[in-house]
């Protein structure tokens, strides 16, 4: 009887809500994205470069940000959207010439890059049963890291991305558990990746992730790690109220409110521009920016929620999860004009991750 009950019960609940269905019909991995190993960055035109939450669809701007041409699209399947996915996008990255997004969270990692922002092929240069999923992504010193959890730990890319390494993480917890590891870079002593997941548990490389070192983030950060930025000597990790700051490279932290307010944190809305963390509230309701990571101030009002990445000739490209256009400001951020906007706001064309990078000539 019992047994019969909960079969119903789960009948009612597909036909309420569709989509906990639908996610479990992840999209394939389309034939026609040719495997990698033939990548040659020469790195001769400044580009900024933009990925959805889903479907993998990636924009790029040669022109500063002013306008915007799509140059692939994972999948135009909507019932791949939601957390899991093969082309949930949980990371974009650049490095070298190189920009790589990563995609695919409770599936096998896809990992797609391109040397000119147009012509895009899997990194890998055959077919990796088990690449690793992401919950996050980054890149130095011409190394592609993404991140998983207390199971398939990191994964790092050699020989122009073509090949990809897996890092255990099953020694350095000693029998405790993680789970949403984020990833970031900076140029801390020559280059150093931090990895940050649940339980706040922090792994970090000062050796090109080939090996790594374990530490601890204090428990009053509290949970829910999104994004880790890196500016003026400091890794910036931001939790769900709080955030959490290390200036030796991961090693040790310390814990600080920046008094954020508003309609709560913007989703993975942390970054470094104009010398500057900025983390923001959904929709733009309130922003703070930080120099040390301690000290705290408002951001103007004008100041979008979101991500933000930074030009060589100082414009700023805003996107926000959930808001689907992308904003551009030529004056350190006082104001912003919107400089795309999508045909339709579906998963698809929910733009949140940016980067700036060169890469070559179309």
């Not at 009950?5 to 394939?28: E, F, G, T, W």
């Not at 130095?140 to 199971?151: L, R």
């Not at 992730?209 to 374990?214: D, G, I």
Request: hydrophobic share 35%; aromatic share 12%; proline share 4%.
């Amino acid at each position: 009887m019992y047994p019969f009950r909960y079969l119903i019960l789960l009948s009612l609940l597909l036909l309420v809500c569709p989509s906990a269905n639908a996610q479990k019909k992840h999209a394939p991995v389309r034939d026609d994205i040719p495997f990698g190993g033939n990548l040659d960055p020469k790195s001769e035109e400044p580009v900024f470069a933009v990925a959805s939450k889903q479907g993998g669809r990636i924009l790029v701007s040669r022109d500063d940000g002013r306008s915007w041409e799509q140059t692939f699209l994972g999948t135009e399947s909507l019932e791949d959207g939601g957390w899991h996915g093969t082309f949930a996008v949980y990371g974009m990255a650049y490095t070298g010439g190189v920009i790589g997004v990563f995609s695919g969270w409770g599936t096998p990692g896809v990992y797609i890059g391109s040397d000119d922002g147009v012509n895009w092929s899997h990194l890998n240069a055959e077919p990796v049963e088990k690449l690793g999923s992401v919950w996050g992504a980054a890149a130095g010193k011409g190394k592609f890291i993404t991140s998983s959890d207390q199971w398939r730990g990191m994964t790092t890319s050699s020989n122009k991305h073509a090949e990809w390494t897996a890092h255990s993480v099953k020694e350095l917890l000693n029998g405790a558990k993680t789970h949403h590891m984020i990833s970031g870079f900076g140029d801390y002593e020559g280059g150093r990746f931090v990895v940050v997941g649940d339980n706040q548990h922090v792994f970090y490389s000062s050796d090109g992730a080939k090996s790594w070192k374990h530490s601890r983030i204090p428990e009053s950060a509290g949970t829910g790690q999104e994004v880790i930025a890196y500016g003026n000597g400091v890794f910036v990790c931001s939790f769900k109220e709080k955030i959490a700051r290390s200036t030796d490279g991961g090693a040790t932290w310390t814990v600080h409110d920046p008094g954020l307010q508003g309609w709560g944190k913007s989703w993975r809305g942390l970054s470094f521009v104009k010398g500057e963390f900025w983390l923001t509230a959904q929709k733009g309701s309130h922003g703070r920016r930080s120099k040390d990571g301690v000290n705290w101030e408002d951001l103007p009002e004008s100041v979008p929620g979101g991500r933000f990445v930074e030009s060589d000739e100082g414009t700023l490209i805003n996107v926000e999860r959930k808001r689907y256009d992308i904003k551009r400001s030529t004056d350190g951020g006082e104001t912003w004009e919107s400089v795309f906007t999508p045909p339709t706001e579906d998963v698809s064309w929910d733009t949140a991750f940016a980067v700036w990078g060169r890469v070559n000539r179309k």
